[in-house]
């Protein structure tokens, strides 16, 4: 998807803060943080919303949720802990169509959203 602005930040040809990546999945900081810590987790492959997931992807999930949290220990975020969220369509906000996990922590965060 050259399109794609994640696809763009895959393939190094826009820059990112990248914090981690390896074969299957890339984490770099959120351009417009919400939070001390905003950390976007995506998948390499293009896919663009979680309704495209399809049981061959269940692997690259599973890495990004515990790349998730490998980077939450990391960053010292084990004793008040963090927020995973993966926004889907419109009524979920999604506004890029690669799909993403934003790993948000060093504030609270309320619960049920607004
Ligand atoms: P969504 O709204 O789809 O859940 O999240 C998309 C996120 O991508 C937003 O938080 C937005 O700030 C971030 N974002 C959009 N474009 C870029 C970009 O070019 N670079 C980075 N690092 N983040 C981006
Ligand atoms: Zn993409």
Same mark, same amino acid.
């Given at each position: 998807m050259p399109e794609c602005i994640f696809c763009k930040i895959i393939n190094k040809e826009i820059p990112a803060e990248i914090i981690y990546e390896d074969e299957q999945v890339m984490a770099f900081k959120d $351009?417009?943080? $919400? @939070?001390?810590v905003h950390i976007l987790l995506i998948p390499k492959?293009?896919? @663009? +919303? #979680?309704?495209? #997931? +399809? +049981?061959?992807d269940s692997d690259v999930i599973g890495q990004l949720v515990l790349t998730a949290k490998k980077l939450a220990v990391k960053l010292g975020l084990e004793e008040k802990g963090f927020r995973l969220v993966a926004n889907c369509k419109e009524d979920g906000g999604q506004t890029v169509f690669h799909i993403h996990f934003h790993l948000v922590g060093e504030r609270f965060f309320a619960w049920p959203p607004g």
């Open positions: $351009v417009n943080p $919400v @939070a001390p492959k293009h896919i @663009a +919303t #979680l309704f495209d #997931l +399809t +049981t061959e």
